[in-house]
């Protein structure tokens, strides 16, 4: 999920595309079975592209790069990434978890969205105030 206005989108054709922007990513562990693991988020700038009826992209974490699709990075569930990516990741706070596993949201975001980005913007795009 894009996180602020910074990109923008645009079509080429007739495919849809979106400029590199941040990205809100929920990931987990490889291997787990339910949830098992806490959830945890990255934000990278992410371009994304249509394919099919898809918008799919990659981000680079920690010098490995994960495939996006659409909301959260995997269709509005939780990305899979290699344990020393999770183990990078910040944590997200339990009460979003229960939202987003109660939104609504089906391959995409669900109700939780609007708390889910105010979020990631404090934890991630910290501003300096002067």
């Known amino acids: 999920m894009y996180i602020t206005n910074e990109g923008r989108g645009y079509y080429r054709g007739s495919e849809q595309h ?3 922007a ?3 990513i929920l ?7 339910g ?8 934000v990278c700038k992410v371009a994304l592209h249509q394919c099919g009826a898809w918008m799919m992209g990659e981000a680079r974490a920690f010098g490995h790069r ?4 659409g909301a959260y990075g995997a269709d509005g569930l939780v990305r899979e990434v290699p344990q020393h990516i999770y183990d ?3 944590p ?4 979003l978890v229960y939202a987003w596993n109660n939104g609504g949201g089906w391959n995409s975001c669900g109700s939780e969205a609007p708390a889910m980005r105010e979020w990631a913007v404090k934890t991630f795009l910290k501003k300096e105030t002067k």
């Open 18 to 20: 979106h400029t590199r």
């Open 22 to 24: 941040p990205f809100l």
């Open 27 to 33: 990931v987990q562990p490889p291997g787990i079975e």
């Open 35 to 42: 949830c098992n693991q806490p959830i945890r988020a990255l």
């Open 66 to 69: 994960i495939p996006i699709s």
């Open 88 to 90: 990078k990741a910040v």
């Open 92 to 95: 997200v706070p339990q009460d």
